[in-house]
Each structure stands twice: as structure tokens, then as C-alpha cells.
């Protein structure tokens, strides 16, 4: 069966890096086209580990709730798990969706690729 909202989310992402010259957006779309098991599944300990206060994350997969984060960040993800936005939410950060996150950020500036 095929995933027709992913299939959308990597035709915008791919669209979106030929219209602002931004090679993450097209690194994104590369890592989301892969099977489903070579996609990225991060802990929010990892990404609390890479990253700062106020900073912007992509991630091209899953965010799971695992571990704690203290500081404000961004998040761009395919998929978040429940527990993984409320924390995020819940230290003073943000969670979009994929195609909200590229549309805030088009040039991706300051963005971090988190695989």
C-alpha cells in the first residue's frame, strides 16, 4: 500500500528545494523515499542531546517520547508520537508538521538535519 500523504509531503519537499535553491529540503525528501525501516526513529533524548535552546530541527521519520527535554526547540517531523509532542510542548517548544515547518522555513536557514 502506498502512503499517499508521504508521497505529497516528498513532491513538496522537492518542489520546495528547486524554488528556494535549498538542499536540505531535497536531503529530506531523499531520506523520506527511503523504506520505512531505513527511515529515521529518534528518542527526544537524542535530539535534546544536538541540540540548543531555540533551535530549528528537522527530522525525516519519527519522533518517539523517550527522555526528557529542558529547552525550546522547533521540530519538524513526519510523525511525533504523543508523548514526544507533549514534552516538547511542554519545555516551551514547538512541533510541525512537516509541510508547516518547510513553509515557515523555506531558504532553511539554521536548520538541522537530526537522522
Known sequence: MTNTE???IIRFLKTTARKNNAEIW???AEHLSRPRRARA?????HVARL?????LVLI???????????????I????????ARAK???AGGECMALKD???????GSNVRLVK
Open 6 to 8: 508521504l508521497l505529497d
Open 26 to 28: 531535497e536531503t529530506a
Open 41 to 45: 526513529i529518534l528518542n527526544l533524548n
Open 51 to 55: 541540540t540548543n535552546a531555540d533551535s
Open 60 to 74: 525525516p521519520g519519527k519522533l518517539l517520547g523517550s527522555g526528557e527535554i529542558k529547552h525550546a526547540v522547533k
Open 76 to 83: 519538524g517531523a513526519f510523525q511525533y508520537s504523543t508523548s
Open 88 to 90: 516538547v510542548e511542554r
Open 101 to 107: 515547518f518547510v513553509a515557515r522555513y523555506p531558504k
